[in-house]
């Protein structure tokens, strides 16, 4: 199925999602030190058309390199895959978007120096990024 979902997101100190909203501390930014383990969260808002409603939606998060690998450490890919559906609240009109916040924590990253970003895919299709650097 071809999808026409949007997505925003942005690095944070700490993200959780609470009745239906996305609360976000210390976000937006774009740097860190190397080799000192950190607490990385991502604040994620999917914007869902009307007509993907109540239809499931696999949500793939990774964190990649600058040439485009995954970064694996201590053996694993740092990735996450979500399967979720949004469903049409009443009185919701043809046509508008319905929101899925989400909170996703990586605890202890200590990454080499060097550029990093954050990509957000859904249903295989790229729908954000948050590129940073390890200085």
């Known amino acids: 199925m071809a999808t026409s979902v949007e997505a925003t997101m942005i690095l944070a100190d700490g993200a959780q999602v609470a009745d239906g909203k996305l609360y976000v501390l210390g976000g937006g930014w774009t740097r860190l030190k190397p080799h000192i383990p950190v607490r990385q969260s991502l604040g994620i808002v999917v914007h869902v058309p009307f ?11 990774q964190l990649l390199d600058d040439d485009s690998n995954t970064v694996g450490l201590g053996g694993n890919e740092v990735k996450v895959d979500v399967e979720f559906e949004v469903g049409r609240p009443p009185g919701v009109k043809h046509g508008e978007t319905i929101n899925f916040p ?31 650097r390890v200085v």
């Open 102 to 132: 989400l909170a996703l924590d990586f605890d202890g990253l200590a990454l080499e120096p060097g550029g990093y970003v954050w990509q957000c895919e859904v249903d295989g299709e790229s729908v954000a990024r948050w590129p940073f």
């Open 51 to 61: 007509d993907l409603t109540n239809h499931p939606l696999k949500l793939h998060v």
